[in-house]
């Protein structure tokens, strides 16, 4: 799932181009997968990273790779997209378009990604509970990840995009301490 929302025009305009390819042959969430993989395919092999955006590889003998290695492992309509994106020269965004294109399948789906950080880790139940408040809250399909960090003391932490909301106690320790700083004689 994409954690941000700044992505190039080109990787949105390559996204959306294949998201609303792949809805409409229902595939958009089996795409989404394939691609992901492909970005952490990118990411854990410098090499074929490095391939791919290398300018001085043509587009010929790159579709060829992308023929032997990769059509046989992904979805006809992920090999097409794959070819369409490396004969435009885009091959050396295609983590960048696998991110966007997980940012607009999950607004499709109305998924929201939300990183909770308390002072200890929570039970599979509390976890849910924090799922399900959050996500009636913003009227979506909450995703949580969970971080630990004993220096928040108590509470939570939420960051949804690029919104935080500390209901820490730290934070609210840190609030009383400047108010009475505030109203201190002089």
């Given at each position: 799932m994409a954690q941000t929302t700044h992505h190039s025009a080109t990787a949105l305009t390559y996204a959306r181009a294949l998201l609303e390819l792949a809805q409409s042959t229902g595939q958009h969430e089996a795409v989404g997968?394939?691609?992901?993989?492909?970005?952490?395919?990118?990411?854990?092999?410098?090499?074929?990273?490095?391939?791919?955006?290398?300018p001085s590889i043509s587009a010929e003998?790159?579709?060829?790779?992308i023929d032997k290695a990769l059509r046989p492992q992904v979805d006809p309509v992920v090999a097409n997209f794959l070819h369409v994106a490396n004969g435009h020269g885009r091959s050396a965004l295609?983590?960048?378009i696998a991110g966007a294109y997980q940012?607009?399948?999950?607004?499709?789906?109305?998924?929201?990604?939300?990183?909770?950080t308390v002072a200890h880790e929570l039970s599979p139940e509390q976890l849910e509970?924090?799922?399900?408040?959050?996500?009636?809250?913003?009227?979506?399909?909450?995703?949580?990840r969970q971080k630990v960090d004993d220096s928040i003391i108590g509470g939570l932490v939420l960051k949804v995009g690029d919104k935080l909301i500390d209901a820490s106690v730290r934070s609210q320790l840190q609030g009383l301490k400047r108010q009475l700083l505030e109203r201190r004689p002089r």
């Open positions: 997968e394939q691609l992901a993989s492909l970005a952490q395919a990118l990411d854990a092999d410098p090499t074929f990273k490095a391939f791919m955006a290398d003998e790159r579709g060829r790779v295609l983590g960048e940012f607009l399948l999950d607004q499709l789906t109305g998924k929201i990604e939300v990183d909770v509970e924090v799922r399900a408040r959050v996500g009636k809250a913003l009227n979506k399909n909450a995703v949580v």
